[in-house]
């Protein structure tokens, strides 16, 4: 989902985390400092006229790890009915994670969101980052990316699912390790009584949202990448109707 759960810092305080060298860092690699990163992207998003919305920023490791979303609004793209674009962010100065950047939207009403499942940046740590052409780059990239998403929320809307195929879906979240296999028991209950109207039922989309709702209870750094890979078991309406592995 591209939204944050569990925000618990502001962009005044994202400027007050230093950079700290992890013992075995290479000579090569070089820290992003976050409120550097968020204040490049807002920029260059302003820049081209887009509108940023809200903001939810979220950090742990001591403040080196963090996950981020901007809520958007842009000249080029309309957002799906329902729904708000969004950036999503995600990085560590551990050396534990790449800087990724994410396409998707926010369903204002339950705060859900989802990801396109496409990645706008994936990058090392490194002194070779250069950090304003690359995000240039992926915001050329994300208004691509955001006009598909109007298609895959209808198709996971249309593309009914039966009791097994469900089934085959949670285990194999379970054997990939997506989620505890205990808390899948709680996606399955979401799934089959949904809290939200917008849900629907026995659907694709039904199913996203289920388990949204459930991993928004993770730490934020979790959150985009496991609802990312849950929705990539999902089949959508299409000629082919086998799961998108």
Known sequence: MITVCGAN?????????PVVRPRHAGRYWQGIQHGELVDTIISEAESRDWEILDSRFAVAGDGADLAGALWLKTPEVDAPQGQTLSLGMLTSNRMTRKLRLYVGTVIAVCNNGMATGDLLMNRRHTHRLE???EIRRSLDEYVTKARQIGEISDRLRDRQLSDNE???ILVEAGRRRIMAWSRLG???EEYREPRHDEHGRGTSW???QAFTEI?????PLR???SQNRFRQLLPVASRDLTIVA
């Open 223 to 225: 959150q985009m990448d």
């Open 166 to 168: 469900w089934s085959r």
């Open 206 to 208: 039904t199913g996203l």
């Open 186 to 188: 709680q996606v399955d």
């Open 131 to 133: 950090l304003r052409d």
């Open 215 to 219: 991993v928004k209870k993770d730490p």
């Open 9 to 17: 810092i502001d962009r005044a305080g994202l400027h007050r985390i």
